[in-house]
């Protein structure tokens, strides 16, 4: 099984909403990822996260807050977010080392 | 750093025919490169990866080509289907920064019947 699964599918947020988007994977992997994705680019790495420790920020703006509580979740919170963060919103996981990253279907976020 | 592209924006090809998506990298210490098919409204999905001790790897119907000496990557389909439609991204990592993906701009692959 290699499954990524992401909650929610669609989320459509105000500037002043907080809300959190959810991955889940039960492969064993133990680094996990966030990747932002904007139409017709590649996806862009925003965090990652290896045994449970973040290990890899890239710059990313301090309205997003990633958190992982244990080995198979990884959750991204979004606050005061701006017009231009709407994108689409993708985990993966990876074993902790050179190998294969699975990505799940995404969040499509939009901001009004 | 590392840079990636991929040669055509939009590659049309006909049912059945063999189609080829080309990437250049930029950092000849590049350990491991992979394919992503991503369908639209849909997160990518891993098609097949090479590291740098090979030059060729086959799956189904898919191969990928490593050409280390002039760092090219190459992804061929054979017999393609109208289900290959989709834009087509070569992403490539070091082991000493495996957690870092950088991805090229991606290809569209429109398949005619």
């Known amino acids: 099984d290699t499954e990524v699964t992401q909650t929610p599918k669609h989320l459509v947020m105000g500037m002043t909403n907080k809300k959190s988007l959810k991955c889940e994977q039960h492969?064993?992997?133990?680094?996990m990822y966030w990747y932002k994705q904007k139409a017709k680019k590649p996806p862009e790495l925003m965090f990652v996260?290896?045994?449970?420790?973040?290990?890899i920020n890239e710059s990313v703006p301090s309205r997003f807050s990633p958190e992982c509580p244990n080995s198979s979740l990884l959750n991204l919170h979004l606050h005061a977010l701006q017009p231009e963060d709407s994108a689409l919103y993708l985990c993966?996981?990876?074993?902790?080392?050179?190998?294969?990253?699975?990505f799940g279907p995404g969040t499509r976020l939009t901001v009004l | 750093g590392e840079s990636v592209g991929l040669h055509l924006p939009t590659l049309s090809v006909q049912e059945g025919d063999n189609s080829i998506i080309n990437c250049a990298y930029s950092?000849?210490?590049?350990?491991?490169f992979i394919w992503y098919k991503q369908e639209s409204g849909k997160g990518p999905q891993f098609i097949i990866d090479?590291?740098?001790?090979?030059d060729k790897r086959q799956g189904q119907r898919v191969t990928v080509l490593l050409n280390k000496t002039v760092k090219h990557l190459s992804l061929q389909i054979a017999a393609t289907q109208p289900g290959d439609s989709a834009v087509y991204f070569c992403?490539?990592?070091?082991?000493?920064?495996?957690?870092?993906?950088?991805f090229g701009t991606g290809t569209r692959l429109l398949v005619s019947p």
């Open positions: 090479i590291r740098s001790n090979m």
């Open positions: 492969m064993g992997h133990r680094a």
């Open positions: 996260y290896s045994y449970e420790k973040l290990s």
């Open positions: 950092n000849s210490a590049s350990d491991y």
């Open positions: 992403a490539v990592a070091r082991d000493t920064g495996f957690q870092k993906l950088v």
């Open positions: 993966a996981s990876s074993l902790p080392k050179l190998d294969t990253q699975y």
